[in-house]
């Protein structure tokens, strides 16, 4: 069965500061992955896709994530953080073989920017 | 282009009751899909919805849950006879038509079911 693991349950970091959330599925076949944003309040939104192509893609607001392939990984990176960041951010994966759309999340990073 | 809808937006039921979660997909969307998200957990697949059909269910409990999307209409998630465990909050997500799923999906802004 899919899963998705994100290993950071709770950041904490400063303005300016730069970001990595760990994002790791188990699923051997070909897969869709996506990284959703859920600021307080208010509801999910996407930052950014990977159907297929070039492995570094870049979102909304300066996100970026890079799929590795060989480690499974799919890892959300910003260079600097705004406090407008403060969030939970959730990594999502989906089989698109199977015909159901389905994605499977991780249990979701809070993030905590302190001005 | 107006958004996911849905309602309402907190729901409180008396174990025993029934809940009913409704969900207006994006203009021009024909796949519907079911998250519920318990406290201090991420999303969890419920259901998979086209017009008049339920693809994948898999994510449905065996019991007292059902979903529904009419030709015409909102999509339905029905839970009968309610437990406290059912607390949480239920999110909605679109697609657009010949996707299969393989698609980004739009997300609603969910409805907070408390069981009281």
């Known amino acids: 069965a899919q899963s998705v693991s994100q290993h950071n349950h709770h950041v904490i970091l400063s303005e300016a500061a730069s970001l990595e959330l760990g994002c790791n599925y188990s699923?051997?076949?070909?897969?869709?992955l996506f990284w959703y944003v859920q600021y307080p309040g208010q509801h999910l939104q996407l930052l950014l896709k990977?159907?297929?192509?070039?492995?570094l893609v870049k979102g909304i607001k300066g996100f970026e994530a890079e799929f590795i392939k060989s480690k499974f990984s799919f890892n959300l990176r910003k260079p600097s953080v705004q406090w407008s960041d403060t969030a939970e951010y959730f990594c999502?994966?989906?089989?698109?073989?199977?015909?159901?759309?389905?994605?499977?999340f991780g249990q979701g990073t809070t993030l905590q920017v302190k001005p | 282009n107006a958004g996911v809808m849905q309602n309402p937006r907190h729901l409180v039921r008396r174990r025993g009751q029934e809940a009913r979660l409704r969900c207006s997909p994006m203009?021009?969307?024909?796949?519907v899909y079911w998250y519920r998200q318990l406290p201090e957990e991420g999303l969890k697949f419920m259901v998979y919805?086209?017009?008049?059909?339920?693809?994948?269910e898999s994510g449905m409990p065996k019991e007292r849950f059902s979903a529904e999307f009419p030709k015409e209409g909102p999509s339905i998630l029905r839970i009968q006879q309610v437990v406290r465990g059912d607390s949480a909050a239920y999110f909605c997500?679109?697609?657009?038509?010949?996707?299969?799923?393989?698609?980004?999906?739009?997300f609603g802004p969910g409805t907070r079911l408390t069981v009281t």
């Open positions: 997500a679109s697609s657009p038509p010949g996707t299969s799923g393989s698609y980004e999906q739009y």
């Open positions: 699923y051997g076949g070909t897969v869709n």
């Open positions: 990977y159907f297929s192509g070039d492995p």
């Open positions: 999502a994966v989906n089989a698109p073989h199977l015909n159901t759309g389905k994605l499977i």
């Open positions: 203009k021009g969307h024909s796949h």
């Open positions: 919805l086209q017009k008049e059909n339920i693809i994948d």
